[in-house]
């Protein structure tokens, strides 16, 4: 079966770090673009970061300069480093696979462009 599972989220204080994986199974994430994406509690999800089959890598004006997006095929899975974090940071954070066909260098921040998702991992920012 095809299966994403996100983990490494928890309870940090302003100004801390946190990685986020993203382990796949089931499938290849090579042939994959890969995006985070979060939602708080009464907000829509929204995209946050994302990284191409081929390592092109885009973010959003909120995280760019913080946070980090990273692959590893090998491991067959996705990371997201993140620093520099805010209480506003706080958020159920998911990762997701978009089939990107010959177009290897895309990736976009458009839920509807991703068909494969986790569980989503709690992030909690506060002191």
């Known amino acids: 079966q095809v299966q994403l599972v996100e983990s490494g989220g928890g309870l940090v204080q302003p100004g801390g770090s946190l990685r986020l994986s993203c382990a796949a199974s089931?499938?290849?994430?090579?042939?994959?673009?890969v995006g985070w994406f979060r939602q708080a509690p009464g907000k829509e999800r929204v995209g946050l970061s994302c990284i191409s089959r081929v390592g092109s890598t885009y973010y959003t004006d909120s995280v760019r300069g913080r946070f980090t997006i990273s692959r590893d095929n090998a491991e067959n899975t996705a990371y997201l480093q993140m620093d520099s974090l805010k209480p506003e940071d706080t958020a159920v954070y998911y990762c997701?696979?978009?089939?990107?066909?010959?177009?290897?260098?895309?990736?976009?921040?458009?839920?509807?462009?991703?068909?494969?998702w986790g569980q989503g991992t709690q992030v909690t920012v506060s002191s």
């Open positions: 089931g499938f290849t994430l090579d042939y994959w673009a």
């Open positions: 997701a696979t978009s089939r990107t066909g010959l177009v290897t260098a895309w990736c976009g921040f458009d839920s509807s462009d991703y068909n494969n």
